[in-house]
Structures are given as C-alpha cells and as structure tokens.
Nanobody, 119 residues
Framework: QVQLVESGGGLVQAGGSLRLSCAAS????????MGWSRQAPGKQRELVAT???????NYADFVKGRFTVSRDNSKNTIYLEMNSLKPEDTAVYYC?????????????WGQGTQVTVSS
C-alpha cells in the first residue's frame, strides 16, 4: 500500500508542454508498476503510460512520441513529460501504483490533477 499525490497540471496552449509529478509516501523501488491514466468528462478512463521497477515503459498509441514517463527512486516520484499537447489531451490525469505479490497484491490511485489544453 502507498499513498500517491499528483501535481503539475494546469492550463496550456496547444503545442505546449507540461510535466506532471506523482509523489509516493514511501520508497517506490520495489513497486512492480507505476503509471498514468486519464479521464475526460463523459469518457472512460484510459491508460496513458506505465513504467516498471526495472525501468521498462509502455505507452498508449495516442501519446507515443509526445509523452515520456520516468522515475526518480531517490525522490519516490514518477513523472509524465507531456509535449506537443493537443486539445484532446484535456483530462484529469491519475497516477497509480501496482505492487505486492500473491495475497498482498495492491493497486493504489492518486486524486488526480487537471490538464486543460486550449486550441
């Protein structure tokens, strides 16, 4: 179990950039997978990017080449660098952490941070 707090959201113009941060309440070194999802009003939540404990990353097709997920274990934080933002990227962005094994497996979510991209 871990508590997560997102930050860095805001209002940007199309083509601009933002960096989101997700601070964890404890070491993330042994957490299996962390990542980001987003949800726009009236739409389903969709997975954006993940990063494993070994540093392996995966991205949704709609952000490949524009977004980068990274981690800083010393700061117990993961990041989402968002470039070339589009109005359709507007959503609440949520951080998640998946860890544990067997009966101790867990998934935690942060409260979300709003990203708004104007045309």
């Amino acid at each position: 179990q871990v508590q997560l707090v997102e930050s860095g959201g805001g209002l940007v113009q199309a083509g601009g950039s933002l960096r989101l941060s997700c601070a964890a309440s404890r070491s993330i070194f042994s957490i299996n997978t962390m990542g980001w999802s987003r949800q726009a009003p009236g739409k389903q939540r969709e997975l954006v990017a993940t990063i494993t404990a070994s540093g392996s990353t995966n991205y949704a097709d709609f952000v490949k080449g524009r977004f980068t997920v990274s981690r800083d274990n010393s700061k117990n934080t993961i990041y989402l660098e968002m470039n070339s933002l589009k109005p359709e990227d507007t959503a609440v962005y949520y951080c998640h952490a998946q860890g544990g094994i067997g009966a101790g497996r867990f998934t935690n979510w942060g409260q979300g941070t709003q990203v708004t991209v104007s045309s």
